[in-house]
């Protein structure tokens, strides 16, 4: 297997249309949170943080798209192990909560950078649970099967005790989509729904607290009360609204250029910004980009004849199409708000770098796939 | 192949999935944009959120009876907002808006006039390339190409002109208004935003107040906001005690987290030691308005809260009284000029009277002095005496004389000898031990002389120490210092904190240096003679002291050897009157015999009786224990010795202790007018007569009107 890599030479392994397509969207991004920040006082900081996160992601992109990924599924282990122990410390000691009681406890600092282990826990995750269904599928043991329900319910756990709602819901449907290729039986899928609805209504009425339950009432009629967060997302739609056809213009933005109006501009709601400066034209052609994105990622798991590479990107791809179909949607009010930014958009370093990684590992996989 | 067959099936089902939610996305955004896109445009426009900070009034500070030394008035900022506007309907805005002020007299922020003070090199013909890089470089200004601005001012003006698109019909100093108030937002332009703002004018009259609202239709995206600020009364008597405010510098945000780059903030005085009581909790409002700044509906905020009161332990009438007293001593003694001792080159001073019972600061001058009032106003007037004040380097009127000037004690420093050689157990030293006083002595090959027997000719002959204090001869302090020994002096010295701040609640006092072996040594490196105690003996060589731990010594000798903790503030408020914080009388308890204590009080109590200061308290109906000092500066050529005296009274039943200093005052004797003085107004034994007659001329001279205090707050 290396003799056969090693003979194809590395250009024409390398995916381009897949990295020039996400350098597209990264640089329209960059564009954009330039003037999402131009009020803030702290814009200049999170321009620099940014432009580090995109150096160091596309090296670290670059890195992994020439690694062989087989790699991943031992070192995933490793990985996956680091991960969890930062989930179990975060649960402790983290912070990020606003006011106590309310919001997520999801951020570590390490010498005053500060990053979410969720991040590297996206990747830590979809480099083992796929080797773990690969193991199953070749060999069906109940100790594997019980091994790869572990491996996927622990860091789903620990990030929803963290009161960390969105990304929890990140891994689960990565871990669907991965056990949906797997070959999961439909009704084992109905069956898996009805737990999966009950459960829900028990977290509503039990377990979320009510400022997650209050995100999601928000969505209900979002225009009426015009404080906290219904006023918010009113914010978003009005900036959105407002940009028609072909926007305002960067810089120009009258609910992007204000402090205080759209909130968390630069990141959860950057679309908005998108949808009023850039107008239809610009709100659509991110759509499209991702979703062309998106298809090519799907379409190098299609192609690869590697099981272990078509889970891993498929549970990749719907790790990225979840971030991105939930960010637009709560940016439009069709999906509650939760604190999940738009890939390769929204400031921001560790899930910058999530990202990139992410990309690395597709890429890897389709070069593989091209080289056999 | 069936396996493949099921994959590809899957895989489908996901791609469609992505595909219809990424088709609802944009049917939605069609929805938002494109149908209902106007309707959110009119929503959009219609209403901004403003949100700012409400800087709370500062709490208000009061003298010992309550009268009213600093307080706050309402002023009206004047803030910009982007009111979406053309350059030529805001260009004609801001000029009307500079008209307005103008003609009030009402002065603004002139960035650009500033920087090009600054920087005058700017225009120079000859500017060198580096500097034309560092001018495009810098960030205040704008990035202006070479060729756009050579080196001519008239070709900087042509630039900005165009760049403004300001239109030729104005004429050049039109032009110049609107360039100015451009320049003004350029500079500021990360706050220049919908909903942003940028302040242009602080604190601006009412009349133009008024004319804005009026033609509000015309100048769009002028805010005004209504602001307390500090305002002090007739306090140049208590500058260096109240201190000022100002805002806020680069440096000082640095150290105060919690601070916005234009909040106010205590520079010196009380003002800037209880910074932190006196500032009070800023509020916050976040506004809905329109987009020309209009406020439509509060949405949130937070009220603030006014700062602590204070309330001092000076008490102004003996404040003033001892102000008054001391630059009229200075301007008399100015006028005795003899050539002599006397260069007529006295020019300042500083006086402290401390309670000697709680260690209360009852006054605490230092002149010449400034009014704060001209560290908060911006007229020309106030502008041209806060430089005048800041860069006069020979009368430094910014500096605390009472706390950061130190004076060698000359005499002063006697009592702390005689204590040392009555309370040594090794030495026979007590009240009835006679010292010989032959005029000359000689002693490690070194010549003492007694300062009446060299200019006059004649001894004291043989006295106690007590009588010792009384004439302050010289030589009999000499061989009290010598017998006693240097390190015997400085214990007691040390033991009355002389080398150390009295730790007055007060910025930047420092601390006094005592002549001994240790501070020779670490300074020069140098061995201790016994010629050095000689001189330390009587107050001497490196002896200098602060008028304030001096009070502080003469208060403990005062007062049976308690080193009192001086303090200014007695009490703080909040603003519904109960007390946050109330002084305690701290001090350190000196042990010394009451035989000492004996000896130091007569000797001191005869100094205005029958000793160096009687002719000054002569038939004084007060029995008041004083010591003069009469320091040299070393520059006795040409240059008048300084004057320094303590006193305490009444000596049985001591309540105050005071300190006056006069800086090239010639003699010790001279300054003792001001503490009594300061003696008179305390025991309230002032002869009207006496002070018209003594103070009309002076008053005159001064020209200086009493006003009230404070204006009575509405
Ligand atoms: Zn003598």
Redesign the pocket.
């Given at each position: 297997m290396f003799n056969k890599i090693s003979n194809v030479s590395i250009l024409a392994k390398f995916d381009f249309v897949l990295f020039i397509l996400v350098g597209t969207i990264t640089a329209l991004g960059f564009v954009v949170l330039r003037s999402a920040t131009a009020s803030m006082n702290t814009g200049a900081s999170i321009i620099r943080t940014q432009i580090i996160s995109i150096i160091l992601g596309a090296v670290i992109c670059i890195v992994l798209a020439l690694l062989d990924y087989q790699y991943f599924k031992y070192l995933g282990y490793i990985f996956y192990g680091l991960t969890l122990l930062l989930l179990i410390y975060v649960l402790f000691f983290g912070y990020g909560r606003e006011v106590e009681g309310i919001g997520s406890n999801s951020w570590i600092s390490i010498s005053g950078f500060m990053f979410q282990p969720s991040e590297p826990a996206k990747i830590a995750y979809m480099m083992t649970v796929p080797a773990l269904l690969v193991k199953l599928k070749d060999d069906f043991r109940i100790s594997t099967l019980v091994l790869s329900i572990l491996a996927a319910v622990i860091p789903i756990v620990l990030i929803l005790l963290q009161s960390d709602l969105g990304t929890g819901t990140v891994f689960i449907v990565g871990l669907l989509a991965v056990v949906f290729i797997y070959g999961i039986k439909y009704r084992y899928l109905l069956i898996g729904g009805v737990f999966a609805v009950g459960a829900a209504a028990l977290a509503w009425f039990y377990l979320l607290d009510d400022y997650q339950i209050n995100r999601i009432k928000a969505l209900i009629n979002p225009m009426q009360d015009v404080e906290g967060i219904a006023y918010q997302t009113a914010k978003a739609r009005i900036a959105i609204g407002s940009g028609k056809f072909s926007g305002s213009g960067l810089f120009e933005g009258l609910q992007s250029q204000q402090n205080g109006a759209i909130p968390v501009k630069e990141s959860d709601f950057i679309y908005s910004v998108i949808g009023e400066e850039l107008g239809f034209l610009g709100a659509v052609a991110v759509i499209l980009l991702m979703t062309l994105i998106l298809l090519w990622c799907l379409r190098i798991a299609m192609k690869t004849q590697d099981k272990y590479g078509a889970f891993m990107v498929t549970g990749l791809t719907s790790m990225l199409a979840f971030h991105f179909i939930e960010n637009v949607g709560m940016n439009i009010g069709l999906l509650p708000v939760t604190g999940i930014p738009l890939p390769f958009i929204s400031a921001g370093g560790s899930a910058m770098l999530m990202y990139f990684a992410a990309i690395g590992i597709i890429m890897s996989v389709s070069a593989s796939s091209r080289s056999s | 192949m069936k396996v493949v067959e099921i994959l590809k099936n899957r895989y489908f089902i996901l791609i469609m999935v992505l595909v219809l939610c990424s088709i609802g996305m944009v049917i939605k955004l069609y929805d938002m944009q494109i149908v209902k896109g106007d309707e959110y445009s009119i929503i959009s426009s219609k209403k901004v959120t403003h949100s700012f900070e409400i800087e709370a009034p500062r709490g208000l500070i009061y003298d010992k009876d309550g009268r009213l030394l600093a307080y706050n008035r309402e002023s009206n900022d004047l803030y910009l907002t982007k009111a979406y506007t053309e350059d030529e309907e805001l260009n004609a805005g801001l000029l009307m808006l500079c008209e307005i002020l103008e003609s009030n007299g009402d002065t603004y922020y002139r960035s650009l006039e500033n920087y090009i003070l600054r920087n005058p090199n700017v225009f120079n013909p000859n500017k060198s390339l580096e500097k034309i890089i560092e001018w495009q470089m810098d960030d205040e200004l704008l990035n202006i190409p070479e060729k756009d601005v050579k080196n001519s001012a008239k070709e900087l003006f042509a630039y900005l002109r165009k760049k403004f698109n300001v239109s030729d019909q104005y004429t050049y100093d039109e032009a110049f208004y609107i360039i100015s108030m451009r320049y003004e937002i350029l500079k500021n332009r990360w706050n220049y935003t919908t909903g942003g703002r940028i302040k242009v004018a602080a604190d601006v009259s009412l009349e133009t107040i008024g004319e804005i609202s009026e033609l509000r239709h015309l100048i769009k995206g002028v805010i005004v906001q209504k602001k307390m600020v500090r305002e002090y009364g007739n306090v140049m008597d208590i500058a260096h005690v109240l201190g000022y405010v100002g805002n806020i510098t680069a440096e000082e945000l640095k150290d105060r987290p919690g601070y916005n780059g234009d909040d106010i903030i205590g520079k010196s005085g009380i003002e800037l030691y209880y910074e932190d009581y006196l500032r009070g909790t800023d509020g916050h409002l976040q506004v809905e308005g329109d987009t020309e700044g209009r406020i439509l509906q509060v949405l949130s905020g937070l009220g603030e809260e006014q700062g602590y009161n204070l309330r001092l332990s000076i008490d102004m009438d003996l404040q003033r009284v001892a102000m008054e007293s001391l630059e009229k001593r200075i301007s008399e003694i100015r006028s005795k000029y003899d050539g002599e001792a006397n260069f007529g080159d006295a020019h300042a001073g500083a006086a402290v009277v401390i309670d000697v019972k709680t260690g209360e600061v009852l006054a605490m001058v230092s002149s010449p002095t400034y009014d704060p009032g001209w560290f908060i106003h911006n007229d020309e007037e106030s502008i041209e005496k806060r430089l005048e004040v800041m860069f006069d380097s020979y009368g430094t009127p910014m500096f605390n004389r009472a706390i950061q000037g130190r004076y060698t004690p000359g005499s002063t420093y006697k009592p702390i000898v005689a204590i040392a050689a009555l309370e040594a157990e090794e030495l026979e030293y007590d009240s009835e031990t006679l010292v010989l006083?032959d005029?000359k002595w000689t002693y490690d090959d070194w010549i003492y002389w007694?300062?009446?027997?060299r200019e006059f000719g004649w001894?004291?002959g043989a006295i106690t120490i007590s009588k010792g204090l009384e004439?302050s001869?010289?030589?009999?302090f000499h061989k009290l210092g010598l017998d006693a020994g240097i390190d015997n002096i400085s214990k007691w010295a040390k033991a009355f904190g002389l080398d150390l701040k009295t730790g007055i609640d007060l910025n930047d006092e420092i601390a006094g240096i005592i002549a001994n072996k240790e501070y020779k040594y670490l300074t020069f490196n140098e061995k201790w003679w016994s010629a050095d105690t000689g001189q330390s003996s009587i107050g001497q060589l490196y002896n200098s002291f602060t008028p304030i731990e001096m009070a502080v010594y003469a208060a403990a000798l005062a007062n049976g050897g308690k080193r009192l903790v001086p303090y200014i503030v007695d009490e703080i408020t909040d603003e519904s009157g109960s007390i946050i914080y109330k002084a305690e009388t701290r001090y350190e308890q000196i042990e010394w015999s009451e035989e000492t204590k004996r000896v130091i009080s007569e000797g001191m109590s005869s100094v205005t009786l029958d000793g160096t200061a009687s002719k000054v308290f002569d038939d004084y109906p007060i029995a008041v224990a004083g010591k003069t000092g009469t320091a040299e500066t070393g520059r006795e050529a040409d240059e008048s010795s300084n004057g320094i005296f303590i006193c305490y009274a009444p000596v049985d039943d001591p309540q105050i202790a005071i300190v006056t200093v006069i800086e090239n005052g010639v003699w010790g004797s001279y300054t003792a007018p001001v503490a009594k003085d300061i003696l008179s107004e305390y025991f309230g034994i002032w002869s009207e007569l006496e002070w018209e007659k003594d103070y009309s001329i002076f008053i005159m001279e001064m020209e200086k009107e009493r006003q009230p205090l404070a204006p009575a707050l509405q």
């Open positions: - | 006083c005029g007694c300062y009446e027997y001894t004291h004439t001869c010289n030589l009999v």
